[in-house]
Every structure is written in structure tokens, then in C-alpha cells.
């Protein structure tokens, strides 16, 4: 089976640093993603790591540790509009299409 | 940039209709996707299709689901006879390739059934 956990709530101060971690435990691993997700709309896609390691992409960096199942997105520069839900996705052996999603940490930016 | 549409934004429909979700991928992608998500919980996998067939499913996706790609735009999904728990945001998603990294999401269809 899959399990993914992240945790449920956040918060964070405009201009900062925040650490959202993911662990899984899952059947077999091929790449963990993670997406953003504003109220209401579409999630969009931020990193995807398949290897061990970080991975940078500007404001935003995610970690993946394959052998302690375990991948953290580090925000810097904190942005009101980073206010949003961050869904953790794992892809398993089941099914190279299939993404098995975190049920998400809601991130909330204050000034 | 492309983008992934659907319609309609809202789809409100008793209980035992069937109801039929449209999506357009974005043109040059051959990969395509259905995703729901109730509210308040995670996003959860539905279907994958590719070459005019079904190539991965879910427990989720029984013999109520169906999906179409019934021209060279379109991608659909059909529920057959809704139940109340079909009620959630229905995603729809494209990719150039099965393993690119990057799906695109279309908006959803919000899925309400009395």
C-alpha cells in the first residue's frame, strides 16, 4: 500500500523560511513531486526529485532522501501570495501514471 | 502558456444521472488524466490514457467510469449513475510523456450531486 503523511498546517512569516516535510511509505518508488495549490483552483507543479539530493528551482528547493523515504520543499523569501496548500506526491511501482497524493500542508504566510 | 480546459465549472445533477465531464488537453500532449479530489480530503488518482485506451486505473475508477477521447481535442469522463459520494472536484491533467514530471491541471469540475 501507499501511505504518505505531511503535516496538516503551517505557518510561516512573510520574508522567512519554511520547511514543509513528506515521509512515505509506499511500493515501490519512481520519483516524488511536489504541487502547490491555491483554494479552489488547480494544482500546478513546483520540483520533482528522483534521485537522492537537492533540487532548486528559485524561491523554492526540494529534498529527497530515498532510503529514509523522507523529501522536504524549502520555501525562502516567504510571499503572501505563497499562502496555498503543498501536496506531497509519490510515484509508486503500481503504475507509472499513478500518483499517490499527501492530503497536502497548508502553508499560511502572515505579514 | 497552454493550458488544460474544462468544462463545465460547476455540475450540479441528481443522484442516479449521468453526467459527462469535458476536458481539452493541452495540443501536442499524448497523455492524459483524471484526478478527484472531495472536498477537504487529497487529490486521488482516477484514470490514465494514452493511444485511445486506458492504460492505468484505480481502485476508484469501477464500472461506473468511463472515459472517451471522441475527437482529436476532447477527453471526457462519464459516471454513469451518479451516487452522492461521486460529489467532488473533478481534475483533469495532460503530459507530453507518461514519465515527464510535469502534469498540467486543467481548473476542475466541480461535481455537486442532490
Known amino acids: 500500500g501507499q501511505n504518505i503523511d505531511q503535516p496538516t498546517e503551517m505557518t510561516a512569516t512573510e520574508g522567512a523560511i519554511v520547511q514543509i516535510n513528506c515521509t512515505y511509505q509506499?511500493?515501490?518508488?519512481?520519483?516524488l513531486f511536489w504541487y502547490q495549490q491555491h483554494a479552489g483552483e488547480a494544482p500546478t507543479f513546483l520540483s520533482y526529485n528522483v534521485l537522492d539530493g537537492l533540487e532548486e528551482k528559485g524561491r523554492f528547493s526540494s529534498f529527497l532522501s530515498r532510503s529514509k523515504g523522507y523529501s522536504y520543499l524549502l520555501l525562502k523569501e516567504l510571499q503572501m501570495k505563497d499562502s496555498a496548500s503543498y501536496l506531497c506526491a509519490v510515484r509508486g511501482y503500481s503504475g507509472y501514471s499513478t500518483l499517490t497524493f499527501g492530503k497536502g500542508t497548508m502553508l499560511l504566510v502572515s505579514p | 502558456e497552454p493550458e488544460v480546459t474544462q468544462t463545465p465549472s460547476h455540475q450540479v445533477t441528481q443522484m442516479g444521472q449521468e453526467v459527462i465531464l469535458r476536458c481539452v488537453p493541452i495540443s501536442n500532449h499524448l497523455y492524459f488524466y483524471w484526478y478527484r479530489q472531495i472536498l477537504g480530503q487529497k487529490v486521488e488518482f482516477l484514470v490514465s490514457f494514452y493511444n485511445n485506451e486506458i492504460s492505468e486505473k484505480s481502485e476508484i475508477f469501477d464500472d461506473q467510469f468511463s472515459v472517451e477521447r471522441p475527437d482529436g481535442s476532447n477527453f471526457t469522463l462519464k459516471i454513469r449513475s451518479t451516487k452522492l459520494e461521486d460529489s467532488a472536484m473533478y481534475f483533469c491533467a495532460s503530459s507530453e510523456a507518461q514519465g515527464t514530471e510535469r502534469r498540467h491541471f486543467g481548473d476542475g469540475t466541480r461535481l455537486s450531486i442532490l
Open positions: 509506499t511500493s515501490g518508488f519512481n520519483g
